[in-house]
């Protein structure tokens, strides 16, 4: 569905304004108005860069906070950013798209299966499966303000749901571009921290690398050094998988572009060096310490990896 058929509204709103429909939406929404119907409440220009658009988007999401309280979950999708405020019955959906930013009311429980359902089935061919990661309602979840009473006194997050595991390198190399393109989307305006996880490879000796993305430098990975690396033939061979330098620990590359481009080149690299170190399938790669700048509770439920 595109953003003019998804999201109708009358007119633009203030910051107020839309503050005030999020206030009413969360305690008191008409029938009509809960569900998929949602509404534009501010339109991004079509000449409008990443930063300009997450920096627009930032300031609905603050207004609203300012209004009802401190979101239950920041996220984002592959379409773009996302917030979700909870008061057990309602939970109310800011959404970051191409050109706007809609919001929605959703009964919690109804929305959160639904969300369940799409992860449950995953990624595929099957009748029950969606075609790609980018019809998945979010890649990434952040929870923080750990104690603090959230919208109505409620402190249930929801359910969560559990992707199932990628079973090939071409679903793994989909969900890992798309999730660190979103990072490097929405990551800067939404949150303005750093966030990573830690990559084992169980076929190369448990050999751990970072993958990550950070304010000011983009996205980057780290993967330690092993013996042999300095022979020429041996860095010819990095260099050739993507690699872009090798210090005394580590061999690095960095990515500083947001978008899509630079998510889908460090999956590429990734796949690629998995699969050198004799990585047979996704299943031979772990995951550990994923974290948002060590603060709060950071999900990845699309990347499809065990831990």
Same mark, same amino acid.
Do not use: C, K
């Given at each position: 569905m595109s953003d003019t058929e998804m999201s109708r509204a009358p007119h633009a709103y203030t910051l107020d304004a839309a503050a005030d429909l999020a206030e009413r939406l969360l305690s008191r929404p008409e029938p009509e108005e809960t569900g998929y119907n949602a509404v534009r409440i501010k339109e991004f220009a079509y000449e409008w860069s990443v930063q300009e658009r997450g920096q627009a988007f930032r300031e609905v999401m603050? !207004?609203? /906070?300012g209004r009802v309280g401190q979101p239950a979950w920041c996220g984002g999708s592959a379409g773009g950013p996302q917030v979700r405020w909870r008061s057990g019955q309602w939970t109310l959906? &800011?959404?970051?798209? /191409? +050109?706007?930013a809609d919001l929605s009311v959703h009964p919690s429980g109804e929305l959160e299966r639904m969300d369940c359902w799409y992860f449950d089935y995953g990624v595929g061919d099957g009748e029950e499966q969606? $075609? $790609?990661?980018?019809? &998945?309602?979010?890649? @990434?979840?952040?929870?923080?303000?750990?104690?603090e009473r959230l919208v109505g006194g409620c402190r249930c997050l929801g359910m969560l749901p559990v992707m199932r595991p990628v079973t090939n390198w071409e679903d793994l190399e989909e969900s890992l571009g798309m999730l660190l393109a979103a990072w490097s989307e929405q990551l800067p305006a939404m949150v303005?921290? @750093? %966030?990573? +996880?830690q990559l084992y490879h169980s076929a190369d000796d448990h050999r751990c690398g970072v993958v990550g993305f950070e304010p000011g430098t983009g996205l980057f990975t780290h993967m330690q050094v092993r013996d042999g690396d300095e022979s020429p033939e041996r860095e010819s061979a990095m260099r050739d998988l993507g690699w872009q330098e090798r210090t005394e620990h580590v061999w690095k590359a960095e990515f500083p572009e947001p978008g899509q481009e630079s998510g889908e080149a460090l999956a590429r690299? &990734?796949? %690629?060096? !998995? #699969? %050198? #170190?004799?990585a047979r399938s996704p299943a031979d790669l772990k995951v550990r310490d994923i974290s948002c700048g060590d603060d709060g509770y950071f999900v990845l439920p699309a990347l499809g990896l065990g831990y």
């Open positions: 603050d !207004a609203i /906070t959906v &800011l959404d970051g798209r /191409t +050109f706007g969606v $075609s $790609s990661y980018d019809d &998945l309602p979010y890649l @990434w979840l952040l929870h923080r303000h750990e104690g303005g921290d @750093w %966030a990573g +996880f690299l &990734l796949i %690629a060096d !998995a #699969r %050198a #170190r004799g």
